[in-house]
T-cell receptor
Framework: QKEVEQDPGPLSVPEGAIVSLNCTYS??????FMWYRQYSRKGPELLMY????GNKEDGRFTAQVDKSSKYISLFIRDSQPSDSATYLC???????????FGTGTQLKVEL | GAVVSQHPSRVICKSGTSVKIECRSL??????MFWYRQFPKQSLMLMAT?????????EQGVEKDKFLINHASLTLSTLTVTSAHPEDSSFYIC????????????FGSGTRLTVV
């Protein structure tokens, strides 16, 4: 079992839709959770960073972490074609420890 | 926010030669940097953790003699692919953690290596 599980998609939605992206994890020691967006042939770009359980909102993006169920989510409101990319969830325990990534979900927002 | 610069973005080399990839933290100091490899439509695979002033820590299955890592300063880490072969062709990405950026890990733009 992978430490971080993520549905690879692809996920296709119409422009303006609300997108829900999800990951589950198995390591109870994870304290920090991140969502990255990666366009083709580019490095990942940090979208959201969350410590422990709770919600965090930034513009059209909302990240949720539920440590009791080991479930992390990213919601994208009013999705745009420019949001079409691969979204990677990631977690780590703290300090300088390495990130553990999900496999990434490929999202396509269609006109 | 924190910026990590990676160079070159693309490189083509002949089989048997060596290639050096640079990763720089532009506006912060990074005692630890990470090197990843990514195959098409797959997630990032951690290759090694680069520590300033000390030896890198390699993940299981990664050949340390083939992938040489040097972290000579707080803002620069290099990955050298030695005696490259076509199977080394891949997308290589570095990252560093910036405490001033919400403790998130910032990634470089990646290097696409093609060995012919």
């Amino acid at each position: 079992q992978k430490e971080v599980e993520q549905d690879p998609g692809p996920l296709s939605v119409p422009e303006g839709a609300i997108v829900s992206l999800n990951c589950t994890y198995s390591n109870s020691a994870f304290q920090y959770f991140m969502w990255y967006r990666q366009y083709s042939r580019k490095g990942p770009e940090l979208l959201m960073y969350t410590y422990s359980s709770g919600n965090k909102e930034d513009g059209r993006f909302t990240a949720q972490v539920d440590k009791s169920s080991k479930y992390i989510s990213l919601f994208i409101r009013d999705s745009q074609p420019s949001d079409s990319a691969t979204y990677l969830c990631a977690a780590f325990t703290g300090g300088g420890n390495k990130l553990t990534f999900g496999t990434g979900t490929q999202l396509k927002v269609e006109l | 926010g924190a910026v990590v610069s990676q160079h070159p973005s693309r490189v083509i080399c002949k089989s048997g030669t060596s290639v050096k990839i640079e990763c720089r933290s532009l506006d912060f100091q990074a005692t630890t940097m990470f090197w990843y490899r990514q195959f098409p439509k797959q997630s990032l695979m951690l290759m090694a953790t680069s520590n300033e002033g000390s030896k890198a820590t390699y993940e299981q299955g990664v050949e340390k003699d083939k992938f040489l890592i040097n972290h000579a300063s707080l803002t620069l880490s290099t990955l050298t692919v030695t005696s490259a072969h076509p199977e080394d062709s891949s997308f290589y990405i570095c990252s560093a953690r910036s405490e001033g950026d919400g403790y998130g890990y910032t990634f470089g733009s990646g290097t696409r290596l093609t060995v012919v």
